[in-house]
């Protein structure tokens, strides 16, 4: 029963978060004034509709199930020791997310190469990786082939550091 409880939380979650990004994030960063069928945020908002019809899948389909054993109540949801949230078991998941922030943050202070290198290696031994020299090679190696593509294939530019490149 405790990941029905976690689904429907889950369901209801991403639910409002792609109500929130097709409403206010995807109006608020795709502008254009053409009047095409397609404009630049059809894509998004098909994304966006998508995931939030699997959130209320995923959140409809427990439902059923807490309805079906009982369980479905605003007491049971509030009370039941099985519908509690173990913050425990999702420090990892924070601490990877708090990473991430601080790669955004530190991309534009140092650089893509000097952060994406430092993030990729602390990710594979954070990951489980036992080798911290294989790491930084490997993430040498694929930072440079991503800075390499990216900026003379697709000439996209990437926040220069105080390597300057």
């Known amino acids: 029963m405790e990941k029905k409880f976690a689904d429907l939380r889950s369901g209801i979650v991403i639910v409002l978060a792609c109500a929130l990004i097709y409403f206010w994030l995807i ?9 095409a069928e397609i404009g630049p945020d059809f894509f998004p908002r098909l994304l966006v509709v998508c ?21 479905l109540t605003p ?55 036992s080798k911290p020299l294989v790491s930084l090679a490997l993430s040498a190696v694929y930072v440079a082939v991503v800075y390499l593509v990216f900026t003379y294939a697709f000439k996209i530019s990437f926040p220069k550091g105080f390597l300057g490149f």
Not at 27 to 35: C, D
Not at 52 to 67: N, P, R, T
């Open 75 to 129: 007491k049971a949801l509030l009370a039941d020791p099985q519908a509690r949230v173990n913050f425990k078991k999702y420090a990892r998941h924070g601490i990877f997310l708090g990473s991430a922030i601080l790669y955004m943050v530190a991309m534009q202070y140092i650089g893509f190469p000097a952060a994406s290198v430092i993030y990729l290696a602390a990710l594979l031994l954070f990951f489980g990786h």
């Open 51 to 71: 995931g939030g019809i699997c959130g209320a899948i995923i959140a409809f389909q427990a439902a059923m199930k807490l309805k079906k054993a009982g369980k």
């Open 27 to 35: 109006p608020a960063q795709i502008r254009y004034r053409g009047q």
